[in-house]
């Protein structure tokens, strides 16, 4: 089979319907909306665009299937997301590829997103039958303490675009542990692996109604009544922060049960102290992964003096040997961004650092003719005041500042309203615990260049969120705690 054949096999396998009550339906208008290849440029199909009345209809058949839900026994809930997690491992091939196809990240990527994403389900699977209460003796010895945890209720999910797959996974996971029904809404961009893995999961036995995916090109309109109608007791929102902002406002009438997974600003910290080798493959890692589109992806590196010349000068040859070009194609690690608004975001925030005074080591610019490419890019002497030192990139670009002192680096690293993941590199054990404590972020990687781990905490402080997701506080999320005051004769 050709390649252009393979792809379209892949993509014509997916339902590209509403997925509401277990059926798969077209919305209520019959409109739907196109999937481009950010690679290409090129429309790869088209999706069911639901209106108001078919997001009410999702809510409707969440709610619906609460109850019914919430009894099936936890052992069953999780062998339905074990069932769930093996179809993810077995089709990993060509979920992989309508991914890169959506999105645009290198297939191998693809392939480690589809295999983390599988984890939150097989870590899910064995979280449901952990769920546990309390009883104890009140203070004054008369009575008694009962403490139950139960589903939360039918929830509101939004994913992004950067990562179609896992970010689904990491909420849909502990939601059908912990008992509750869903609406998912994944990103307009990249809605066919959420379509995908809502196949999945009917085939696995999740019963009808208790995960509905809307796929839709009006959001607000679409999202904004479902989040005000007041049956739906919760909402996970993984995204930028200004659109978490706005959702927090909308959950506040009815005071929702909120986790919020938001945007990041990380600094990537070496001393001169670290292994350098090591400091290397780390912030490669934590730049170039999924092209620099990662809300943890190295947003600042600072880098001691003694060391900023060699460290520099070894992150440029590793960055312009990068292969850049369509995702599907072997070797390439540098694939599109996500559209012409990205590509424009970055060009602007390294003008902006160049006028400040910052050099362009390597890349450094766009790159003309079809998809959204942006070089590899290194820039050094980059100034604190720099717009990129306080907004998210999103792109493959590098920069570069130089500290003298510990207490300046760990300045400039919380110099920012957001605080997902700071990086840091050394091998004084001191300095490691002293840096850690110090630095305002939910996650530090600890000279590691990857802190996303399905069996961690994963989430941020500031204005990058609220709540955890993963680890064993990720069902936390989907429960609440009852309390039932005994009274004892
Ligand atoms: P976004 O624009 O905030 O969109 C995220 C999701 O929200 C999409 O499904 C989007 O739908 C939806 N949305 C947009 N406006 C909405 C509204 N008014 N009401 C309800 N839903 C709305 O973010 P993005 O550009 O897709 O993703 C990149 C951002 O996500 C970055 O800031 C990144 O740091 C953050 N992120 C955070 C984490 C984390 O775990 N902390 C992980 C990944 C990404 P449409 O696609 O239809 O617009």
Request: one cysteine or more; aromatic letters at 6%.
């Amino acid at each position: 089979m050709s390649s252009a054949t393979r792809e379209a096999t892949v993509v014509d396998s997916v339902n590209k319907d509403l997925f509401i009550g277990g059926k798969w339906q077209s919305a209520k208008d019959g409109k739907t909306f196109p999937v481009h290849d950010p690679s290409t440029e090129e429309v790869l199909c088209e999706v069911a665009d639901a209106s108001v009345a078919d997001g009410t209809a999702a809510l409707d058949a969440a709610v619906a299937a609460q109850d019914d839900w919430a009894k099936v026994a936890p052992r069953e809930r999780g062998e339905i997301l074990r069932r769930a997690y093996q179809a993810l491992v077995d089709r990993k091939d060509d979920l992989a590829l309508l991914m890169t196809l959506e999105m645009g990240k290198p297939i191998v990527e693809s392939s480690a997103e589809i295999l983390y994403a599988a984890e939150f389900f097989r870590w899910f699977a064995e979280e449901a039958v952990r769920i546990d209460g309390g009883y104890a003796v009140a203070p004054n010895g008369s009575g008694r303490f009962l403490v139950m945890r139960q589903p939360v209720g039918p929830s509101i999910l939004i994913t992004p675009w950067n990562f179609p797959m896992a970010m689904g996974t990491r909420k849909i996971g502990p939601a059908v542990a912990a008992g509750c029904t869903m609406v998912m809404k994944p990103a307009s961009q990249t809605p066919l692996s959420m379509l995908a893995l809502a196949g999945i999961l009917a085939d696995a036995g999740l019963p009808d109604g208790v995960l509905n995916v809307i796929t839709t090109s009006h959001t607000g309109q679409v999202m904004e009544p479902m989040i005000r109608d007041g049956r739906a007791r919760k909402l996970s929102f993984t995204g930028s922060t200004d659109v978490g902002r706005k959702l927090l406002e909308q959950c506040a009438d009815n005071v929702m049960r909120t986790s919020m997974e938001l945007g990041g600003n990380a600094p990537f910290v070496v001393f001169e102290d670290a292994d350098l080798d090591a400091a290397i493959d780390g912030v490669m890692t934590a730049k170039m992964r999924n092209i620099g589109e990662a809300c943890t992806a190295a947003n600042r590196i600072y880098v001691q003096r003694g060391i900023a010349e060699e460290f520099s000068n070894r992150l440029v040859e590793r960055m312009s040997a990068l292969r850049m070009g369509r995702g599907t194609e072997e070797g390439v690690v540098v694939g599109p961004l996500i559209d012409s608004a990205a590509v424009e975001k970055v060009t602007s925030l390294v003008e902006d650092a160049k006028q400040r005074g910052a050099k362009v080591l390597t890349g450094g610019s766009a790159v003309d003719g079809a998809g959204h490419f942006y070089q590899a890019t290194v820039l050094a002497d980059v100034p604190q005041e720099a717009r990129l030192a306080h907004e998210e990139i999103f792109g493959p670009v590098a920069p570069i500042t130089v500290f003298d002192t510990e207490d300046e680096a760990v300045a400039n690293a919380n110099d920012t309203e957001f605080g997902l993941v700071s990086y840091l590199y050394t091998g004084d054990v001191n300095r490691a615990l002293r840096v850690s404590e110090r630095l305002e972020a939910g996650m530090v990687g600890l000279n590691q260049g990857l802190v996303s781990n399905p069996a961690a905490p994963f989430g941020g402080i500031k204005h990058s969120g609220v709540g955890r997701e993963g680890g064993s506080v990720g069902i936390d999320e989907f429960l609440e705690t009852k309390y039932v005051a005994i009274g004892l004769r």
